[in-house]
């Protein structure tokens, strides 16, 4: 089953802006800056993972919208893998959804962010057709693992099999 792709436009700085919710999808000078004070700060990604004892950190994110959040999550632990900071634990993030960009809007909006570019394109190459479900992505020979769900959250959520203690580390919750 297809799924509805977002109405968005650029505004005047080049930032995508979504109709439906008459908002930003990201700030329009400070995006990065605003997903590492909000999701990877506040998550306190950094210190967690240097201790992480287990083989698998599990991050769930409601909106998944240009994947900024996804991209910059990737380039820490990216980064803290190769300065060998990380034990070899492997990154899995589950995102959910409802109104997916299309491919050249994608492409548009992270062109914003040149620092990401090499995990961008990866991104781009990957992005999976408009259609409900799971999409699974894979970066970093296989260490991280993208799971993008087309569909409403109130959908997709009843499907995530979670155990006695659940299954996600740690949230990303969209301000949409």
Known sequence: MKVTHAAIHFNQNGTPFAKMFDDLYFSDSLGLEETQHVFLQH???????????ESQF????????????????LALYAQLHAQGSITDF?????????YPLKKADLAQALALYPELSQF????????????????RLEFMQGKVCLDLWLGDVHDVLPQWAAGEHGIVNSWYLDGF
Not at 58 to 73: D, R, W
Not at 90 to 98: A, P
């Open 90 to 98: 492997k990154l899995h993030f589950l995102t959910v959804e409802k």
């Open 120 to 135: 961008s394109q990866e991104l781009i190459e990957q992005y999976p057709i408009n259609v409900a479900g799971c999409h």
């Open 43 to 53: 998550n306190h990604l950094p210190q967690r993972w240097i201790d992480w004892p």
């Open 58 to 73: 599990v991050i769930a994110e409601t909106g998944f919208g240009t994947g900024l959040n996804f991209l910059v999550t």
